[in-house]
Nanobody
Framework: QVQLVESGGGLVQPGGSLRLSCAAS????????MNWYRRAPGKERELVAS????????NFANSVKGRFTISRDNAKNTVYLQMNSLKPEDTAVYYC??????????????WGQGTQVTVSS
């Protein structure tokens, strides 16, 4: 029942913009920290952006700071990643992640299947 589905990836030119969506079902994202990860060719998985389940604070990797924005639409149970001023090094598969820990039920950690973002001329 629990599912995360990413969409919005594709091919974009350097300097362009793209918005990724992560539609959640089977749980309510407001109770979870929501994260975007990416894995570029030949590189380790990188945490790109995160937003807290409580305070709503956001954090970004230094490589994307000032260019990317993470946001929630709780009515749609969807998380977004707005990517601006894209660079070729942003090329990667982007993954949506939901994370929550509880003393009573343990760790809940859900992943989407990923969406390809390619930045190239």
């Amino acid at each position: 029942q629990v599912q995360l589905v990413e969409s919005g990836g594709g091919l974009v030119q350097p300097g362009g913009s793209l918005r990724l969506s992560c539609a959640a079902s089977g749980f309510t994202i407001s109770n979870y920290a929501m994260n975007w990860y990416r894995r570029a060719p030949g590189k380790e998985r990188e945490l790109v952006a995160s937003t807290s389940s409580t305070s709503g604070t956001t954090n970004f990797a230094n490589s994307v700071k000032g260019r990317f924005t993470i946001s929630r639409d709780n009515a749609k149970n969807t998380v977004y990643l707005q990517m601006n001023s894209l660079k070729p090094e942003d090329t990667a598969v982007y993954y949506c992640n939901a994370y929550r820990t509880s003393f009573f039920v343990g760790t809940l950690n859900y992943w989407g299947q990923g969406t390809q973002v390619t930045v190239s001329s």
